[in-house]
């Protein structure tokens, strides 16, 4: 015998719906849902939506935390990169192309890890909306260090 996960009655498994994740399984009565339509194999019940729900904002806090810290690193090596450079042109003006060609492979690789961080952000500037305040004001304030590097090196 099978009850109903959301009155808890018995339950015919005919037209019954059962959720993918849970393997619960309910009245379609009891969830709202239209007695005829053919429900998707990996039909969610509204506990585990909101699980999920749940999870992929976790997780995209996490992947803000990720990316936050990325950019300070790369905000750090950037400094780096700009101090030991101009400590180098003020010590040998005649710096060999070589090392001048080196350095300017770093710099525009770093360039180029910068652009691509740079999209990133943008994509996920358009879901900070959701974001408590202080959040989005730490992503603000990532942008505007992307900002200063962009102008500091073009
Ligand atoms: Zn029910
Ligand atoms: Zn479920």
């Not at 339950?11 to 379609?28: K, P």
């Not at 400094?79 to 192309?97: F, K, N, T, Y």
């Not at 996920?124 to 004001?137: N, R, S, V, Y």
Request: hydrophobic share 40%; aromatic share 4%; with cysteine.
């Amino acid at each position: 015998m099978v009850n109903c996960g959301a009155c808890g009655k018995f339950l015919a498994m005919n037209g019954a719906a059962t959720c993918a994740t849970c393997g619960v399984i309910f009245h379609r009565a009891c969830l709202a849902l239209p007695d005829k339509a053919k429900l998707n194999k990996d039909w969610e019940c509204p506990n585990c939506k909101k699980a999920t729900r749940r999870g992929g904002m976790r997780e995209f806090r996490s992947e803000m935390e990720l990316l936050r810290a990325s950019f300070a690193s790369v905000c750090v090596r950037m400094d780096g990169i700009e101090q030991r450079l101009q400590a180098l042109e003020q010590r040998s003006p005649d710096l060999s192309d070589d090392r001048v060609a080196l350095l300017e492979q770093t710099i525009s690789g770093l360039k180029l890890e910068l652009n691509d961080r740079d999209q990133e952000a943008l994509l996920t500037d358009l879901e900070i909306g959701q974001m408590p305040e202080d959040k989005a004001e730490n992503a603000f304030s990532l942008s505007l260090c992307v900002g200063d590097l962009g102008s500091a090196y073009h």
